[in-house]
């Protein structure tokens, strides 16, 4: 019998990793809002280590607090951070699992921008306010580009002494890297803005600016939008960058010494297409009421999507270009990308089912994948495969009710069908990653 390929060693250029899934970026606010971890940050990540995936990739950390999206995330902007992340390190490494930190930058991606933020504007490579949230930024100077570099160069280093596995750019989703890559965000007239080479001179400043750092030996992969989708909701916006666009942003970021790409999609966060599946606007608006201050339309979409008679409206907008497609929705961006590379390529988006899975790295559109939501439902789902079930017996249904919690409470699986009904099971079960509170 052929081995199967989901539990096959995947071998990067500077590690390898036991098997090909990986959990993808996904966290609650767990942390302090200084930006010091907490042990909840590390029960989240053992419970996926105890349940099979070959590597974990951290959710957002940002290289500096301007560039957080909320406070009470840790951070990785200076070296007193160090202790934290080598003893989330060292407990994920006690389930033979690999630990890639996900170094971010908001831009002007600033959900709740926190009270060290209040009285700035967030950066970016525009002035222009951002048309989904209105987020309003401040167009980066030259020496405030030079200091961010640097501040993702630090945050790389500082993951190699704390002895964790890699590092991952956030160049997706519309932040700060993407609103340089992206022909719908970058309006500057400089070197860092109008053609492709300048748009994509930010992100390869950082990755070369890291490998000064911290040489050639470390795991570096950079997460990138294969598509914008930049018009997806504002049918007035410019379209963004095109797969084709991206297929030569991968080729030169494998020139500038990344190792792996790591494929999502969308310009914005939350996109219609990211995560895809379902919309729970009246669930949404429970917490979106969080952000009414941080932009000039987010009243305006908190209105239409509490309002039961104007939620037609918001849905209509949403889904206009969501497509039907769950499981593997990138991939076949993912397929295009493997084909002009020579790095391995992992993909997200939707993926649930081993044998989907199997399918689509034997097929050559991916060397693995990652996986957030169906994780965060069944954090057992690789052990689950193990056993040689194909999906697990109550799945992720996609219903993105843990995205609408996330911005107020507890991150964890809000699907109240999947406990039963049983409404108090299901906080149970949220509510366990504060345990052990680390003061037993
Ligand atoms: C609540 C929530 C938080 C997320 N946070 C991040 C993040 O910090 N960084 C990131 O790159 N992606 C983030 N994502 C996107 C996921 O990593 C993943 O790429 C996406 O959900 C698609 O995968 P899935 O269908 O397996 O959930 C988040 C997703 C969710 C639902
Ligand atoms: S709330 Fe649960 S079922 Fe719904 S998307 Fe999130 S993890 Fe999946």
């Avoid at 098997?19 to 419970?47: A, P």
């Avoid at 939350?270 to 339309?297: C, W």
Wanted: hydrophobic share 35%.
């Amino acid at each position: 019998m052929e081995p199967d390929i989901i539990f096959q060693p995947l071998n990067f250029r500077n590690l390898t990793v036991k098997n090909r899934i990986f959990r993808s970026n996904i966290s609650g606010r767990f942390d302090n809002y200084d930006g010091s971890g907490t042990q909840t940050r590390i029960n989240w990540e053992e419970k996926f280590a105890r349940g099979g995936v070959g590597g974990i990739i951290s959710s957002f950390v940002p290289v500096s607090i301007r560039g957080r999206i909320v406070p009470n995330y840790a951070t990785i902007d200076r070296d007193e951070r160090i202790p934290f992340w080598r003893k989330l390190g060292e407990k994920v490494h006690e389930y033979d699992c690999k630990f890639i930190m996900q170094l971010s930058h908001s831009g002007r991606q600033q959900d709740i921008a926190g009270i060290e933020n209040l009285k700035r504007k967030p950066l970016s490579s525009t002035s222009k306010i951002e048309s989904f949230h209105g987020f309003r930024p401040q167009a980066m100077t030259h020496a405030e580009i030079q200091e961010t570099v640097q501040h993702f160069a630090d945050g790389a280093r500082r993951a190699r002494q704390a002895g964790l596995d890699g590092v991952e750019l956030h160049g997706a989703n519309g932040y700060l890297i993407t609103q340089f890559l992206s022909s719908g965000v970058n309006d500057r007239t400089d070197e860092y803005g109008g053609s492709l080479e300048n748009r994509a001179r930010f992100l390869l400043d950082v990755i070369r600016a890291i490998r000064r750092e911290v040489g050639n030996d470390f795991h570096l992969q950079v997460k990138i939008s294969a598509v914008d989708f930049n018009a997806a909701v504002i049918p007035w916006e410019k379209k963004g960058n095109t797969l084709e666009d991206t297929l030569q942003i991968c080729r030169w970021v494998e020139e500038a010494g990344a190792d792996a790409i790591h494929v999502s999609t969308g310009s914005l966060f939350p996109h219609p297409r990211n995560p895809i599946g379902g919309l729970p606007a009246e669930m949404i608006a429970q917490t979106y009421d969080s952000m009414i201050s941080s932009g000039v339309f987010t009243f305006r979409n908190f209105l239409l999507m509490r309002y039961r008679l104007l939620r037609p409206i918001f849905r209509l907008l949403w889904n206009r270009q969501r497509g039907k497609v769950i499981e593997g929705v990138n991939l076949e961006d993912s397929r295009a990308i493997k084909k002009n590379v020579q790095i391995p390529v992992l993909c997200t988006g939707g993926f649930q089912t081993a044998s989907f899975i199997r399918q689509a790295i034997n097929t050559g559109a991916c060397d693995g994948v990652s996986i957030a939501r169906a994780l965060v439902a069944n954090n057992d789902l690789v052990n689950i495969f193990a056993q040689g079930k194909d999906r697990p017996e109550k799945p992720c249904t996609h219903c993105n009710k843990c995205l609408a919690n996330v911005i107020e409470n507890p991150l964890g699986c809000y699907e109240v069908s999947r406990y039963d009904g049983d409404y108090d099971a299901m906080i149970r079960q949220v509510m366990s990653v504060f345990i052990p509170s680390g003061f037993e």
